[in-house]
């Protein structure tokens, strides 16, 4: 994970997922696609993205599976009991370990049973080291002082987290959303990577933690819920470090970039027209997230078809150079500016959408470049993605790059089932 970055992270973003990064009340995912476009376009190439969920890892890939979700560098999951790295999601035993610790679920569970009104939650929510139960809030108060008091008697060493009036966790007593990030913390510490920057997200009584962390700074989002609120009047509300912002989910968390000045907080999915906004930015990662979202406003016809659009669109892409399509099949690059053309408007009035994640560059000469990421593609419920390799050559005294060439390849179970239909 850390052996892409060069140096410590400029910037290191840990957000809760559900109501605080994910907005379920934003059917089109707006201020999710929002943040994905500035991430990629600005911070993946020396960032670093942490989920930190109370979702299990079988419902936090579910979740994926749902929503346009970056990948992360690390995820925090099981309210701070699980901790997992990259895409393949290796997991972190030594964090295990330190969990082990006077921890022993048998004896929660028998005295969880004395509470009737202590529903479990499903099987996959219950992990080794966290046990879950439903409680509705009229009961809460005395149930979790009850609890408390009766497993303080068994010796054992636990948290209790109640959070969102209706999820209540029983976590080892180092365990927690925040015990995990400081972890971590002291983990790039010993290594010199600590972050620069740091950016604590959150809208839940779960996610309190996250702000006790010392040099950090926090958003809790618009619509961030009472508890968490209460906790933060009651605990933080002298600490100028922490903001309650007037956005919801991810719109609130580029809010909260710019009100701490941790760097660019224009989403390049805000600019309407790149022709006419220049943005001081000449990146490679930068070019591939903006074409993308003209891609996707062309084909929604939410941009004017104008000759000196289809000009310029020509004149960036490199004629002798070829584009191999996921399928196999190979063509001149000087079809793409035709198949681009008469696809003008064809997703018109249609919930489509384009994302990239995972946009990785590598210089490979004094001026061309390599860009790597998975460009996802999504009408109504169908999702598709394909790994994207992109060869870019500077334009002599311009800032500007020319497009070289292209090749794709489906990602497993994500190919498009008539193929034709993919185009870029």
Known sequence: MMDRLNGPPSLMIVSDLDFTMVDHEDPEDLSLLRFNSLWEAYYRQDSLLVYSTGRSPTIYKQLRKEKPLLTPDITIMSVGTEIAYGESMLPDSDWEQCLNLNWNPDIILQETAN????????????????????????????????????????????????????????????????????????????????????????????????FTIPEVYGVMVGNAQEELLQWHAENAKNNPNIIHSSERCASGIIQAIGKFSLGPNVSPRDIKDFGKCRVNVFSPGYEVV??????????????????????????????????????????????????????????????????????????????????????????????????????LTTKQAEESFTWMHIHQTWLDGLEAKDQSLWFL
């Not at 990030?181 to 010199?192: C, S, V």
């Not at 063509?331 to 489509?352: A, F, H, I, S, W």
């Open 115 to 210: 509470f009737p009104h202590l529903i479990p939650q499903s099987d996959t929510e219950q992990r080794p080291h966290k046990v879950s139960f439903f409680l509705e809030k009229p009961n809460s108060s005395e149930v979790i002082k009850t609890l408390s008091e009766r497993l303080q008697k068994r010796k054992l060493d636990v948290k209790i987290i109640y959070s969102n009036g209706t999820a209540l966790d029983i976590l080892p007593k180092g365990a927690g959303k925040g015990q995990a990030l400081a972890y971590l913390l002291r983990k790039f510490k010993a290594n010199g990577r600590i972050p620069l920057n740091s950016l604590v997200c959150g809208d839940s009584g779960n996610d309190a933690e996250l």
């Open 290 to 391: 903006k074409f993308y979202l003209f891609y996707e406003r062309w084909r929604r016809a939410e941009v004017e078809k104008s000759d000196q659009i289809l000009q310029n669109l020509k004149s960036s892409f490199y004629p002798l150079g070829t584009f191999v399509h996921p399928c196999g099949t190979e063509q001149p690059m000087n079809k793409c500016t035709y198949m681009v053309e008469r696809l003008y408007g064809d997703k018109q009035g249609k919930r489509y959408q384009v994302w990239l994640d995972r946009v990785s560059t590598s210089q490979i000469g004094s001026d061309s470049w390599l860009v790597k990421f998975d460009k996802w593609e999504s009408t109504g419920e169908e999702r598709y993605c394909c790994r994207t390799t992109v060869l």
